[in-house]
C-alpha cells in the first residue's frame, strides 16, 4: 500500500527526488483521522497479544529534521498503546559516561525484550548524523589509530546493519522511520512556535542555527539510510509536511509491521485448564454462590428416599 515509501536496500534515496506534500494515500485530514482511529484500535489489540505471547519484540525509531513533527505523531498514533511492555527512549547528546563507551553502549540498554515496544525519539543514528555534520569525530576521544573519517564512517554504517541484523536474529525488529519535512514548512513551524505564545517553550535560537546545516543533514540522511536500508530493517521516508497525512502513514506502517508479527495470545494446555475447575469451585465458595449442579444433586437424592419409602 505505502511501498512508495519503504526503502529495504532494494533501490536508493535520493531526497531532492522525493516529495515532501503529496498525500496520494489519503484524500483529508478528516479521512485521515477516521483511518488513524480504526488502526490504532487493531495496534491495541496486536500489542496486547504482542505482550501476552512474549516471543518477540520491535522498536520503533524515529528521525527527522527540528519541527518535523516527531513527538506529536508519536503521541497521536502511538497513544493507544497499554504503557505495559512499551517504553520510550529519547536520545539527547550524550554524558560522559556514555561518551567513554562505544557509540552502541546506550542503545542496547534501550532495547525491548520480547513481547514489549520500544519507541526511539532519535537513535544510534544521530552518531552518522549530527557526529559527522559538525565533525564531532574530531573533538571525541579515540585510539591514536582511527584516523580517517570516511572508514570511521563506513565503519559505523556497518556496525549499524549488523546490530540491528543481531537484533532480528534475537527476536526484536527495527523499523526506522524518516519524517522528510522540506525546508520551506519547517519555517513556517518555526514562526508558529515564535508567534504564537503558546507554542514559544519549543523555539530556541539553536533551532534557527541549526537551519545553517540543513545541505549538509540532507546529505547525511541521504546517506544513513542508503548504507543502512535492509529487508529485515527497513526504512520509510514519510512525507512530513503535512502533518495529518504523515501520521496516518506512520499509523499504517506501525499496524503493517504488527500484522506482519502476527502475535496470538499463548494457548492453555489441557492440565492446565483441568485445574481451572477447582480453582472455580474454590473461589465460588468463598464468595456463596451454590453451583448449578449441587440442587439436581439434592433432587435426585429426595426422589430416591421417596422410592424406598414407598
Known amino acids: 500500500m505505502f511501498s512508495q515509501y519503504k526503502y529495504d536496500g532494494t533501490k536508493q534515496l535520493k531526497l531532492s527526488k522525493v516529495s515532501t506534500d503529496e498525500t496520494s494515500l489519503c484524500k483529508n485530514r478528516q479521512d485521515a483521522e477516521r483511518k488513524i482511529a480504526k488502526n490504532n484500535a487493531e495496534i491495541d489489540e496486536l500489542q496486547q497479544k504482542l505482550y501476552a505471547e512474549k516471543r518477540e519484540g520491535v522498536i520503533f525509531l524515529f528521525q527527522a529534521m527540528d519541527a518535523a513533527g516527531k513527538d506529536g505523531t508519536i503521541r497521536a498514533v502511538l497513544q493507544c498503546l497499554s504503557p505495559h511492555g512499551v517504553h520510550e527512549a529519547a536520545f539527547k547528546s550524550p554524558n560522559s559516561t556514555e561518551l567513554a563507551h562505544d557509540f ?51 565503519y559505523r554504517y556497518e556496525d549499524i546493519v549488523n546490530f540491528e541484523t543481531y537484533l532480528y536474529h534475537n527476536n526484536i525488529r527495527t523499523v526506522k522511520i524518516f519524517l522528510n519535512v522540506s525546508k520551506d514548512e519547517q519555517a513556517e513551524r518555526f514562526l508558529s512556535r515564535i508567534q504564537e505564545p503558546e507554542k514559544n517553550w519549543k523555539f530556541s535560537g539553536s533551532d534557527y542555527e541549526e537551519r545553517a546545516y540543513w545541505d549538509a543533514y540532507q546529505e547525511a540522511f541521504e546517506d544513513a539510510i542508503n548504507n543502512t536500508s ?17 501520521r496516518y502513514i506512520v499509523s499504517e506502517i506501525i499496524l503493517e509491521t504488527l500484522k506482519d508479527m502476527d502475535p496470538q495470545y499463548p494457548e492453555v494446555s489441557e492440565e492446565r485448564l483441568a485445574t481451572f475447575q477447582e480453582y472455580k469451585a474454590a ?28
Open 104 to 154: 552502541l553502549w546506550r542503545i542496547e540498554q534501550q532495547v525491548p525484550a520480547k513481547g514489549e515496544i520500544a519507541i526511539f525519539n532519535r537513535s544510534h543514528y544521530e552518531e552518522v548524523l549530527i557526529w559527522r555534520v559538525k565533525e564531532l569525530w574530531k573533538t571525541q576521544a579515540k585510539a591514536r589509530r582511527i584516523t580517517d573519517f570516511e572508514r570511521a564512517l563506513e
Open 230 to 246: 535492509t529487508k529485515n530493517s527497513p526504512w520509510y521516508v514519510v512525507p512530513a509536511d503535512h502533518k495529518w497525512y504523515m
Open 283 to 310: 473461589l465460588e465458595k468463598d464468595l456463596g454462590i451454590v453451583s448449578e449442579e449441587a440442587p439436581k444433586e439434592k433432587k435426585k437424592k429426595t426422589s430416591s428416599k421417596k422410592k424406598k419409602k414407598e
